[in-house]
């Protein structure tokens, strides 16, 4: 099995759209044989399901992700694992042991439907797509 992580400092990266590196691990027998760190070179949103897929990516493990990203990865037939916090080797040992603390509803928090990027004015600025605190909050850059 191939599970490919968001990854940014050791962490599961909170914006699967923004992605700028997967970490993947090849398991096999419940066990991780090895990972590596990949740099997805400025891919975004949609293309980064294609990443996923050239690298027979089974499973999905992020933070925040879309509903186009979503349906792109189901047609893939790659599992998701959304609204994954900490470490990301952590989060695939707790996956591989069927422990993983994950919510299926997770969505990015600039997809929401209240919040329309690009089209508002949250008092920053200079603001960005992609440019959110934690929990939705628009912040300055």
Do not use: W
Request: net charge negative; with cysteine.
């Amino acid at each position: 099995m191939i599970i490919a992580v968001t990854y940014e400092n050791g962490q599961v990266f909170q914006h699967f759209g923004h992605s700028a590196y997967f970490k993947i691990y090849e398991v096999e027998g419940g066990k991780i044989l090895k990972s590596e760190v990949y740099d997805t070179n400025g891919q975004g949103h949609g293309a980064l399901a294609g990443f996923l897929r050239d690298y027979a990516v089974d499973a999905l493990i992020c933070g925040g992700i879309g509903g186009g990203a979503r349906a792109a990865l189901a047609e893939m037939g790659i599992e998701l694992y959304p609204g994954v916090f900490g470490a990301a080797d952590d989060a695939v040992k707790a996956l591989i042991a069927g422990k993983l603390s994950y919510d299926p509803d997770t969505v990015c928090a600039h997809h929401r439907e209240a919040h329309n990027c690009g089209e508002h004015s949250c008092g920053a600025r200079e603001h960005h797509c992609g440019s959110h605190g934690e929990k939705g909050n628009c912040r300055e850059d």
